[in-house]
């Protein structure tokens, strides 16, 4: 008699959707990436290359590029949420085993406490000049953080306001963020536009900015730079590539998924990066720098009425996107690790204070530390994850897996007291490689520690990552013995 379902790793929201429950069609997987794409990072993603040296078109081109990437495991990983209804969280546990499933869970969780920390400063900062512009004192307050935190008093005291705004929404519960979505739906994407307008007016039409030219003094120099750029590119959506199934598991067809995110994901991030770049490209003209952070450029702003309504609007959506896409994803990884111990509040309150500890204002302090840095160095982990969930549910269970063994910890996927060998060997195979180009970007080893060509890997992090993960686990488990491939 098989066991019944386990209820320590089942609850309400683990539970797979019955079909009847799925509604999810083209239109609600497209309206998702457009309303996730429009924010902040995207926008600093795209101005964040042309601050490095790209050009107008190089920029654009690259986060084409590497958005196109990234749909593709986003929707292969997506297939086994529209067929069988499990989330993320569930889904893993096929490859790592019922236990083992709390280790990408928790690594995506981390990353996304990473993304919580981003926009939360992001909205915090914005607070910092709303007020400012009415009261200029909030910039000369006395500093009482150490120097090495790199942390003036005035934007710490609006971040940790905007702080715990954000944890009493997790108080409130999910639903209490509905409004501020569909605020988030409508006026964001008009901001977008009367910013796009204002540069293109400023900088005396799109000529003068779209010829702006590219830093780079040969071909050399940009393909060294384009290369971990396209990776930071495919890393920014890395964490969704692997958690996709929380949001297919409610799709009306596996059509529904693949051309609702092929419509959504790469033309709007492609369209709002060319706001970016525009607006970037045009401060150099109007300011003679290049101002990469949309928050630095509105302390430019004169009037102080514009200031106070864009600003605004930047906290609103902040707060919207924030929890949507930072908050109840983590929530949920970490209530995976005691679903009758840890409630989506408890997850809430734990990404929040990772969310600090994170700080979050050093990673999008410059562009490189926000591309090399953040972006390269997580894809480095969630990679090797991909590789390994792709090569377990197409070339290992052909597409077929038993659903009720995924919430039993004595079915198929229980392997070594829970945890799968082949894909712990395989995660760390894949992350080995890129761990001395990491050491080097955080300034831990010298360039001259080891060769160059093994320093060089970490520009490719994600792709290198992915392939030996990919690699290793299918030959693993092929050669593998384990009862629970019968």
């Not at 900088?203 to 940009?222: R, V």
Request: glycine fraction near 8%.
């Amino acid at each position: 008699m098989a066991e019944p379902f386990n209820n320590s790793l089942s609850s309400e929201d683990l539970a797979p959707v019955p079909s009847g429950s799925r509604h999810w069609n083209t239109w609600n997987y497209t309206a998702l990436w457009i309303s996730m794409s429009l924010c902040i990072p995207t926008y600093m993603l795209a101005s964040s290359l042309i601050d490095g040296g790209m050009n107008w078109w190089q920029a654009i081109f690259t986060i084409f590029l590497g958005n196109t990437i990234v749909l593709i495991p986003m929707i292969l990983n997506g297939h086994a949420g529209a067929k069988y209804g499990i989330p993320f969280p569930v889904l893993v546990r096929s490859s790592f085993g019922i236990k083992g499933a709390n280790i990408p869970a928790m690594l995506r969780a981390i990353v996304a406490c990473g993304w919580f920390g981003i926009q939360t400063w992001i909205g915090g900062y914005s607070l910092y000049l709303m007020i400012k512009v009415w009261f200029p004192g909030i910039a000369s307050l006395p500093a009482i953080f150490p120097s090495v935190l790199q942390l003036a008093t005035g934007p710490a005291i609006t971040f940790f306001i905007f702080w715990l705004i954000n944890m009493y929404v997790v108080y409130l519960g999910v639903d209490s963020i509905k409004k501020l979505l569909v605020f988030k739906a409508f006026f964001l994407p008009l901001a977008a536009i009367a910013l796009l307008w204002w540069a293109i007016n400023a900088g005396n039409g799109l000529g003068p900015i779209l010829s702006q030219p590219s830093k780079f003094s040969s071909s050399g120099e940009f393909w060294t730079y384009f290369f971990p750029a396209l990776t930071g590119m495919v890393g920014y959506w890395a964490t969704l590539s692997l958690n996709i199934p929380d949001f297919t598991r409610y799709a009306v067809s596996q059509q529904a998924q693949i051309t609702g995110q092929a419509l959504g994901l790469p033309p709007s991030m492609t369209l709002f990066a060319f706001i970016g770049v525009v607006v970037t490209s045009a401060t150099v003209i109007i300011y003679g720098e290049t101002i990469w952070d949309p928050l630095v450029l509105a302390e430019k702003f004169s009037s102080r009425i514009l200031v106070t309504m864009a600003m605004a609007a930047v906290a609103v959506s902040t707060l919207a996107t924030n929890i949507a896409a930072n908050i109840v994803s983590p929530a949920n990884d970490f209530a995976h690790l005691s679903p009758s111990r840890i409630s989506f509040q408890t997850g809430g309150y734990i990404t929040g204070i990772i969310g600090i500890l994170i700080l979050p204002w050093k990673l999008i302090a410059d562009p490189t530390g926000y591309i090399f840095k953040w972006l390269i160095a997580y894809s480095s982990l969630l990679g090797p994850i991909g590789g390994i969930m792709i090569a377990d549910y197409y070339f290992v269970r052909k597409m077929q897996l038993d659903v009720a063994d995924l919430y039993r910890s004595t079915g198929r996927y229980s392997y070594s007291n829970g945890i799968n060998p082949v894909a712990i060997v395989a995660f760390l195979a894949g992350v080995a490689p890129n761990i001395p180009g990491f050491l080097i970007q955080t300034g831990i080893l010298s360039p001259a520690t080891l060769p160059q060509w093994i320093n060089n890997l970490y520009h490719y992090a994600w792709f290198v990552g992915f392939g030996i993960a990919f690699v290793v686990y299918w030959i693993g488990m092929n050669y593998s013995k384990s009862k629970n491939l019968n």
